[in-house]
């Protein structure tokens, strides 16, 4: 029901041109003020997100909310740089016509972004403000873990003078609100993040209506350290790459390709920085290891582990 209710919303506020219907520079001029608005409340948000999220407050200040506030500017930028193309078209009929065709681009309707847990505010910024820019309106679906910034968000965007209606937020379990949302008929796009396993199921709800998609889905990335590298930096990009919001990340470098060469230094370089690394709370600055999102998330976690030494790993 706060699914439809949301995108019933949207579609109204998209249809009444209260938005869409903004010159673009307006729009852009709304949006600069937004950044703004983050600007100033950036601490309070940074520790709202790793009050809710378990992250280290220093990551959610530099990422979370710092990288946050520098892509609103810039897609804020775009409202007004958003252009079509004319060609002439050689069409042989009828004899001697001319052809000019043009594109002209617009905004799709009803934008609706399901936003995964491992970075909440930036991933709904990602989300909410390119739509914004391009004059749709947008329904925000944060994971259920980490409802927090979205919320906080969404009353900023509304300070910042976009109009009632244009951005809806709603919170609560993916399988029941996001499939309702992925699957909603006034939907025009859905932009998912998030598991590979989820991301099919989406994809599923939204072909059924030919609604637009864009999947972000998990990644399994290789680091490689050839024979020339410096193992002291090696070691430090490969934790960095590995521990970086303790390691849920889409992006994390979770799998090491080690030159022959390198292999016994790198190992016990990784050895000795991971047995140094502290435990702390995400308030902590001097803990480099902070919690999980949820304790799901580190039952899973353990049983890697479990796993990984049943198979003759050593920890
Ligand atoms: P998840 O797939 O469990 O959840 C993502 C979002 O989808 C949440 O908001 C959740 O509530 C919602 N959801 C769950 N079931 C749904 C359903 N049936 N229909 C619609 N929505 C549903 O993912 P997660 O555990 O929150 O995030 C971790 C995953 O995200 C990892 O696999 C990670 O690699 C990936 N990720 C990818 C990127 C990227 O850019 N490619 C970025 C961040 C995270």
Redesign the pocket.
Known sequence: TDADAAVQSAQRAFASGAWSGLRPAERERILLRLADLLEAHAEELAQLETLNQGKSIQLARAIEVGGSIEFVRYMAGWATKITGETMEVSIPAPPGARFTAFTRREPIGVAVG??????PLM?AVWKLVPALAAGCSVVL????ETPLTALRLAELVQQAGVPPGVVNVVTG???SV??A??GHPLVGKVS????????K??GH?ALDNMTRLGL????KNPMLVLADADIERAAEGALLGAFLNQG???AAASRLYVHRSKFQALTEALAEAIAGMRLGPGLDLNARVNPLVSQRQQQAVCRLLERSRAQGARA
């Open positions: 399901i936003v995964p847990w491992n970075f991933i679906k944060p994971a259920s379990p993916g399988a996001g499939q949302l992925a998912f993040t998030g598991s590979t396993e989820v991301g199921t989406v709800a972000e889905l998990g990644g849920q990340v889409c």
